[in-house]
């Protein structure tokens, strides 16, 4: 479990992380999703106590990062966002050096071996220079070296960043197998990949929390109304902007013609549906109907929604 209390972090006048909260159990995937310079990377080094908190706490399975750093870095694996490889060694040699430093040794280190290279899937590469493997084998070694002491706890910072789509799908599917197993918070800017990896979403934003909730969560809890376009026949502007006085729910935007056809832009509030009436008016005007179709809000809508306001600032 990790809990993030109260937590600020400043560089000089810099205010990276602005006294967020949140808790994250055991058995969940969590994204931490931001813009660049949102606070993300900040945030996980307080986690794993390679910075100290200007204020606030972190506890991790009721660990104060304060005092109890070293024994939380027993229980964690990090994967930074620069995968700190060594490329002139071999993997094996690679892994067991990660190893001895953490003190896992002889038979101990043999069956930790096996058990990440099985894993991480690096039965091909075991003796090869990492300098020499690839992009994503050089992510599984990272993950394994994060991997090795077998921590309940795995926090990934940007772990598909520069991978090919093929890579990506790899590394996603051994996230998601980790995941059964432990706690998984994975930082990320990348919407598509969270969202097709985690459980839950943490939003960041200019170091604030903004968001926490699964995607459906996000979505269905976002505020506003929703689009929708109107494709007709046989109608008219001025019959068209009449059906206000029957679906008061209804506003209109654009209204244009062309080749016979009407297109619509029209709105209406989220949690109505005023399809129903409008069929039944087109039907009452000879109207035909070619298109009826809502914009849908997605996962981009709420991110884009949360976390860009320069522009309304400005």
């Known amino acids: 479990m990790i809990k993030v209390s109260d937590l600020s972090k400043y560089y000089g006048s810099v205010k990276a992380v602005k006294s967020i909260n949140f808790e994250i159990n055991d058995g969940e995937i969590v994204g931490f999703l931001g813009e660049n310079g949102a606070g993300k990377s900040t945030t996980l080094k307080v986690i794993t106590g390679y910075l100290a908190p200007t204020s606030g706490n972190v506890f991790v399975n009721d ?157 269905s809890g976002a505020e506003g109304n929703t689009q929708m376009t109107l494709e007709l026949m046989n109608a008219s502007e001025e019959s068209i902007k009449e059906m206000k006085a029957v679906v008061p729910s209804v506003n209109f935007g654009r209204i244009s013609e062309g080749n016979g056809i009407t297109m619509v832009h029209l709105e209406y509030p989220t949690k109505s549906d005023p399809r129903k009436d409008i069929f039944a008016y087109a039907v009452s005007k000879d109207w035909i109907i070619l298109e009826m179709t809502p914009a849908k809000t997605n996962l981009e809508d709420i991110f884009r929604k949360l976390t860009v306001t320069e522009a309304a600032d400005a």
């Not at 964690?76 to 071999?90: K, S, V």
């Not at 067991?96 to 099985?118: D, L, P």
């Not at 077998?150 to 998601?176: C, F, H, S, T, Y």
Request: hydrophobic fraction near 40%.
């Open 63 to 219: 660990l104060n990062v304060l005092e109890d750093e070293h024994e939380i870095q027993k229980q964690i694996g990090y994967l930074p966002e620069l995968n700190p490889l060594y490329l002139d060694m071999n993997v094996y040699d690679y892994l067991r050096f990660i190893a001895t430093v953490r003190e896992i040794k002889g038979n101990k280190f043999n069956k930790a071996f096996s058990r990440v290279v099985e894993e991480c899937g690096l039965k091909g590469v075991i003796h090869k220079q990492i300098g020499a493997c690839s992009k994503g084998f050089k992510q599984r070694v990272g993950l394994a070296a994060a991997m090795i002491h077998d921590p309940k706890i795995l926090i990934l910072d940007e772990p598909v960043a520069g991978l090919d789509p093929n890579q990506i799908v790899e590394i996603r599917g051994l996230i998601k197998r980790l995941g059964r197993k432990k706690l998984v918070l994975i930082s990320s800017h990348i919407l598509q990949e969270i969202q097709a990896t985690v459980s839950r979403i943490i939003i960041i934003h200019k170091g604030e929390i903004v968001a926490d909730g699964t995607s459906d969560e996000l979505i």
